[in-house]
T-cell receptor
Framework: GAVVSQHPSWVICKSGTSVKIECRSLDFQATTMFWYRQFPKQSLMLMATSNEGSKATYEQGVEKDKFLINHASLTLSTLTVTSAHPEDSSFYIC?????????FGNGTRLTVT | GQNIDQPTEMTATEGAIVQINCTYQTSGFNGLFWYQQHAGEAPTFLSYNVLDGLEEKGRFSSFLSRSKGYSYLLLKELQMKDSASYLCAVRLNTGFQKLVFGTGTRLLVSP
């Protein structure tokens, strides 16, 4: 069964608005979650590491003021894309580690018009 | 920086065997993972190597040579449903042990 739940599966928003994506670990606690972005026909690019109770760690080139990450509890991390632009349209995937491998949510397809 | 390279695309025939290679140069190493990803879906875990050698899991096997910075995923008895992207990923031995993905290989299985 699913280990990580991500919501929504897809969202369409207008340019300039903000979108929040939720990532939940099911039946286990995740002190660390990871947020990835994937453009068409490309691989997954790590955006940031979300840490419960502290600030997220962003990868080089990722704007922390644009992609707000909040790890509110041991089972929930949220990614908010602020002031979205068409170039932010992408597939956003969260992940959490249970045992050894990372388990991924089903992803969120964001389209900014 | 981290470099993880895979062939972009491969084709194979149903019932055949295919080997997908992955070479890596990373700032740390704490395991290598293989994931399968169908278009529009999230990656699913296939295999994991932390020590040198071969790990077998049904139709899928993965090999690792840490000294050579090299791994491969072997798929046997190919089925049409194996058409997907295959992602090689290295877990770094940093505090968060983040997973860095390779470029991915799109595999097309034909009848």
């Amino acid at each position: 069964g699913a280990v990580v739940s991500q919501h929504p599966s897809w969202v369409i928003c207008k340019s300039g608005t903000s979108v929040k994506i939720e990532c939940r670990s099911l039946d286990f606690q995740a002190t660390t979650m990871f947020w990835y972005r994937q453009f068409p026909k490309q691989s997954l690019m790590l955006m940031a590491t979300s840490n419960e109770g502290s600030k997220a760690t962003y990868e080089q080139g990722v704007e922390k003021d644009k992609f707000l990450i909040n790890h509110a509890s041991l089972t929930l991390s949220t990614l908010t894309v602020t002031s979205a632009h068409p170039e932010d349209s992408s597939f956003y995937i969260c992940s959490a580690r249970r045992d050894s491998p990372l388990h991924f949510g089903n992803g969120t397809r964001l389209t900014v018009t | 920086g981290q470099n993880i390279d895979q062939p972009t695309e491969m084709t194979a025939t149903e019932g055949a065997i295919v080997q997908i290679n992955c070479t890596y140069q990373t700032s740390g190493f704490n395991g290598l993972f293989w994931y399968q990803q169908h278009a529009g879906e999230a990656p699913t875990f296939l295999s994991y190597n932390v020590l040198d050698g071969l790990e077998e899991k049904g139709r899928f096997s993965s090999f690792l040579s840490r000294s050579k910075g090299y791994s491969y995923l072997l798929l046997k008895e190919l089925q049409m449903k194996d058409s997907a992207s295959y992602l090689c990923a290295v877990r770094l031995n940093t505090g968060f042990q983040k997973l860095v993905f390779g470029t991915g290989t799109r595999l097309l299985v034909s009848p």
